[in-house]
């Protein structure tokens, strides 16, 4: 066998092994949090708005019980799931940097999630929300910093038909895709860190 088709090869078996381990994943998130079958992955049709709603309680009950699972107690479940997701200092993002079961960037990107969630909740006129006209009011180091928060597993460019797409880009002509992609990333991160207990 040539070099090259060794290559093809493994890159098809490594695709391959990917796909089987994000519809595992995919799956025990459904079942354990009693989920509609395909409400996760459904997420990518919904308004920018409840995009982001749903989005945002998907990772709050995963830090929740990321949390849970480090304390080891169950007393203090109702104490857990009554913090507030990213106060400071006392949040349960703090808690989890604090102990190293979350990364700084793993931080980061809930944080501002959390920021845009809290901007589209508490007013209704926000039902609209779309990325694409939120991003237009961000000047040039807001963006900067909202694609280096939100960004997580992204990578910094990848080829299409020949063209270099930059992250940057990826944000600005596919946002919503982009950040659920992202959100894959990071929630199967935190749920396998859970489960096998093991810090970053």
Same mark, same amino acid.
């Given at each position: 066998m040539s070099e090259s088709s060794k290559s093809r090869r493994n890159v098809r078996q490594k695709m391959e092994s990917d796909e089987i381990a994000f519809?595992? %994943?995919?799956? /025990?998130?459904?079942?354990?949090y009693d989920l509609p079958n395909g409400f996760v992955?459904?997420?990518?049709?919904?308004?920018?708005?409840?995009?982001?709603?749903?989005? %945002?309680?998907?990772?709050?009950?995963?830090v929740t019980e990321l949390l849970l699972a480090e304390l080891g107690r169950e007393e203090l479940q109702n104490l857990a799931e009554h913090m507030e997701l990213s106060a400071k200092p006392v949040g349960k993002l703090e808690a989890c940097r604090s102990l190293g079961i979350l990364k700084?960037?793993?931080?980061?990107?809930?944080?501002?999630?959390?920021?845009?969630?809290n901007r589209v909740v508490h007013n209704i006129r926000e039902?609209? /929300?779309?990325?694409?006209?939120?991003?237009?009011?961000?000047?040039?180091?807001?963006f900067h910093s909202l694609v280096d928060a939100l960004g997580f597993g992204i990578k910094s460019e990848i080829i299409i038909d020949g063209k270099k797409i930059t992250k940057r880009d990826q944000f600005r002509d596919n946002p919503k895709h982009t950040i659920f992609v992202a959100s894959l990333n990071l929630m199967f991160t935190?749920?396998?860190?859970?489960?096998?207990?093991?810090?970053p």
């Open positions: 519809r595992l %994943h995919l799956s /025990f998130m459904q079942e354990h992955w459904g997420l990518k049709d919904e308004s920018d708005w409840a995009f982001v709603i749903k989005l %945002h309680a998907l990772f709050e009950a995963l700084d960037e793993e931080v980061k990107f809930i944080r501002k999630l959390s920021e845009i969630r039902v609209n /929300f779309g990325f694409a006209a939120y991003f237009e009011k961000l000047d040039e180091q807001q935190i749920q396998e860190r859970r489960i096998t207990k093991k810090h």
